[in-house]
């Protein structure tokens, strides 16, 4: 499972970024805004799924860009279920 972390810190102004999704070709999958409201965090799981409706992924990667305020900080991972690894 691909999961993102999206952190604003603590800042007094709402911040807004873009997310970019490719799969493991570089190809672009998607694009989609997300807003952080001061001191929020948001995480979501199986973007790719939930936001590119893509469900079989053996790789990808994302690239963020701020669009409005400073002091975000993004993060990805990758979880493995341990029925996917049987």
């Given at each position: 499972m691909f999961e993102t972390v999206l952190e604003g810190g603590n800042?007094?102004?709402?911040?807004?970024?873009r997310s970019h999704p490719f799969d493991s070709g570089g190809n672009p999958v998607g694009e989609y805004a997300v807003g952080?409201?001061?001191g929020e965090r948001k995480q979501e799981d199986r973007p790719?799924?939930?936001?590119?409706?893509l469900s079989a992924m053996a790789a990808g990667?994302?690239?963020?860009?701020v669009a409005q305020g400073s002091g975000i900080i993004a993060s990805a991972s990758v979880a493995v279920s341990p029925s996917s690894s049987r």
């Amino acid at each position: 499972m691909f999961e993102t972390v999206l952190e604003g810190g603590n800042h007094t102004r709402y911040r807004s970024l873009r997310s970019h999704p490719f799969d493991s070709g570089g190809n672009p999958v998607g694009e989609y805004a997300v807003g952080l409201s001061p001191g929020e965090r948001k995480q979501e799981d199986r973007p790719f799924f939930s936001r590119a409706g893509l469900s079989a992924m053996a790789a990808g990667s994302a690239r963020v860009t701020v669009a409005q305020g400073s002091g975000i900080i993004a993060s990805a991972s990758v979880a493995v279920s341990p029925s996917s690894s049987r």
